[in-house]
């Protein structure tokens, strides 16, 4: 168990000391932020309902809540950790991490529909070039596609496949999009 501890700890390290929250950098700080939580088995204090402690709770639902702000603070200490100085005074004070996400999304978030823009923009220019194999240009759509996926943003199979059709040049495209749909490939 140490030695998955210290091989984590050194990777949080690099994903934190490498990769500071900038404001231009928004869009990947975010993804990193929340591979940090799920290898940290966090993520459930973005997605669940944050716990208020009261009087009434019996036993258990006291130690679900202490258990909620145990790991509320843990993730709280990683994303304060992954951000810039000058950008954590907007948020260190927020209490939920969800809180801290949503507001670093208010103030970055306009970072991400540009970068969507621009891969989007890409993504349906971008055409096979001369010299490039066939291989090499359909795994170059699929990391954009990927990129934009890790923005939450999905397409369809079909989509993916007009996409990448519609980007091979004629002498591919007739032969291809022939055999393509003679053998009905998914």
Known sequence: MKIFNMSSQMNY?????????????????????????????????????????????????????????????????????????????SVKDLSFVKDMLEELKKLYGRQNKHAHHQLVTLLHSTKMTPGISLIDHVMKLYNFFQELEAMEISFKLNYKTNVILYSLPQEIDKSFICNYNMNKIP
């Open 13 to 89: 390290v690099i994903l934190i000391k490498d990769h500071i929250l900038t404001e231009s950098n928004y869009v990947d700080r975010r993804r990193n932020i929340k591979l940090l939580l799920t290898a940290e088995g966090l993520m459930f204090v973005i997605e669940d309902e944050e716990l208020s402690f009261l009087d009434t709770m019996d036993g258990e639902e006291k130690v679900a809540y202490e258990l909620f702000q145990q790991n509320n603070s843990k993730a709280k200490l990683l994303i304060l950790n992954s951000i810039d100085k000058t950008i954590k005074d």
